[in-house]
Nanobody
Framework: QVQLVESGGGLVQAGGSLRLSCAAS????????MGWYRQAPGKQRELVAT???????NYADSVKGRFTLSRDNAKNTAYLQMNSLKPEDTAVYYC???????????????WGQGTQVTVSS
């Protein structure tokens, strides 16, 4: 199996910064895309950012220029640096990874348990 463990959430004032981490462990041959999604109360889960194994990134328009997603393939870990946080960024943030558990195997999607980010005005 594969586990994703998120950390780094918390309470911050508007304009502040937080850094989220997502560490993958378990039976992993290769991790393809990794990404962060978020879900605010009463809303659907939405994409925040994704990153390929080669480092190409994609961001939601709402976070472009404020959030930076990176990864360390040797550590199977992704990092989301969030700057200039706004109250509307308040949500539970979930990590996602597309994992091959063996060579030429199928790709599986795994999710973390979520970490709360709260931005006060």
């Amino acid at each position: 199996q594969v586990q994703l463990v998120e950390s780094g959430g918390g309470l911050v004032q508007a304009g502040g910064s937080l850094r989220l981490s997502c560490a993958a462990s378990g039976t992993i041959f290769r991790i393809n895309d990794m990404g962060w999604y978020r879900q605010a109360p009463g809303k659907q889960r939405e994409l925040v950012a994704t990153i390929t194994s080669g480092g190409s990134t994609n961001y939601a328009d709402s976070v472009k220029g404020r959030f930076t997603l990176s990864r360390d393939n040797a550590k199977n870990t992704a990092y989301l640096q969030m700057n200039s946080l706004k109250p509307e960024d308040t949500a539970v943030y979930y990590c996602n990874a597309i994992v091959e558990r063996r060579a030429l195997g199928n790709k599986y999607s795994y999710w973390g348990q979520g970490t709360q980010v709260t931005v006060s005005s």
